[in-house]
Nanobody, 121 residues
């Protein structure tokens, strides 16, 4: 079983910054990719940023240049640095991982519970 813990959300004024964290623990042999998604009220969940096992980073066009995904200090963790926040960034941000567990269980995908980011003056 793999467990994800997200943190770092909150209320911030437009133009402000936040750093979200996601830490994965449990039966993980290797991680293929860690991805941040977000879901705003009344909208579908969308991919925001992804970092792969070879540290390749990809971003949604809407956040390019403002969001930065990076490896965390702890093993199997990542940060999402969010700068120049806009009201339209308001959403619940979810961490998602695709991992290789072991030969018996193979590949698994897991979601965190989400962390709320609210951008408002």
């Amino acid at each position: 079983q793999v467990h994800l813990v997200e943190s770092g959300g909150g209320l911030v004024q437009p133009g402000g910054s936040l750093r979200l964290s996601c830490a994965a623990s449990g039966s993980i042999f290797s991680i293929y990719a860690i991805t941040w998604y977000r879901q705003a009220p009344g909208k579908e969940r969308e991919l925001v940023a992804q970092i792969t096992s070879n540290n390749s980073a990809n971003y949604a066009d809407s956040v390019q240049g403002r969001f930065t995904i990076s490896r965390g200090d702890a093993r199997n963790s990542v940060y999402l640095q969010i700068d120049s926040l806009k009201p339209e960034d308001t959403a619940v941000y979810y961490c998602h991982v695709r991992v290789y567990i072991d030969n018996k269980h193979g590949v698994g995908v897991y979601w965190g519970q989400g962390t709320q980011v609210t951008v408002s003056s």
